[in-house]
């Protein structure tokens, strides 16, 4: 999980889908914490995302880092509502503070569960990472 969170760190931004009845969706996220031994994203729970993963928790995560390498990450979205996790999250990403505050009816964090990872190349076969 240390190997996904590094991963994903290095890359700044990542693409984080879900699924809106048969219709996917896709934006870019920046947001990725380790906190109590899992792997974290937040969101709004004003934001149609927060509403795609609570009807589907199950999502996706893409990236690609400036070596050429890519990472595929499939995961349940699991809501937290620990404001301590939301508490770690904000301190990562000060700047979200402006928007988002524990405990303020808004700020969701999630953690993923059941995660399956695999990082990719077009010169390395590829290497899976289950969490």
Known sequence: MNEVYD???QCGIYYLATAEGDQPRVRPFG???????KLYIQTGKIKPVAHQIKAN???????MNP????????????LDENIAAAEHMLD???????MYQ????NTEVY?????????CSFTEAPKTIEF
């Open 7 to 9: 991963f994903l760190k």
């Open 102 to 105: 524990p405990g303020d009816g």
């Open 57 to 63: 928790p199950k999502i996706e995560i893409s990236a």
């Open 92 to 98: 990562a990403y000060p700047n979200l503070r402006a």
């Open 31 to 37: 947001t990725i914490d380790l906190f109590d031994g």
């Open 67 to 78: 070596e050429g390498k890519w990472i595929r990450v499939a995961a349940e979205a699991v």
């Open 111 to 119: 953690y993923l569960k059941n995660g399956k990872a695999q990082i």
